[in-house]
Nanobody, 123 residues
Framework: QVQLVESGGGLVQAGGSLRLSCAAS????????MGWFRQTPGKEREFVAA???????YYADSVKGRFTISRDNAKNMVYLQMNSLKPEDTAVYYC?????????????????WGQGTQVTVSS
């Protein structure tokens, strides 16, 4: 069982930056694929970024070059550094974890989810 707690959301102006954090419980954190997804009202949960246990990275095209995902296995933490934020980045951001996920961009393939943190980017 893995428990995830996100933090770091807030209100920021367009062009600004935020860093989201996700604290994970569990002794085998380093073996999990960690992902970030986001969701706006009435829409499906959308893939943002993922980092595998190997360190391999995946990004949605919409955030490439602006967002960076990273992990600290010693602290059981995963981060999402978001730069050059745009109003269309406004959403609730969720941290996700799974040990055996194959389709890292598919939300339904992740077993564990945090409660979400709101990111609002004003124009």
């Amino acid at each position: 069982q893995v428990q995830l707690v996100e933090s770091g959301g807030g209100l920021v102006q367009a062009g600004g930056s935020l860093r989201l954090s996700c604290a994970a419980s569990g002794r085998t954190f380093s073996s999990y694929t960690m992902g970030w997804f986001r969701q706006t009202p009435g829409k499906e949960r959308e893939f943002v970024a993922a980092i595998l246990w190997s360190g391999q990275l995946y990004y949605a095209d919409s955030v490439k070059g602006r967002f960076t995902i990273s992990r600290d296995n010693a602290k059981n933490m995963v981060y999402l550094q978001m730069n050059s934020l745009k109003p269309e980045d406004t959403a609730v951001y969720y941290c996700a974890a799974d040990r055996g996920v194959v389709r890292v961009m598919v939300s339904h393939d992740y077993d564990y989810w945090g409660q979400g943190t709101q990111v609002t980017v004003s124009s």
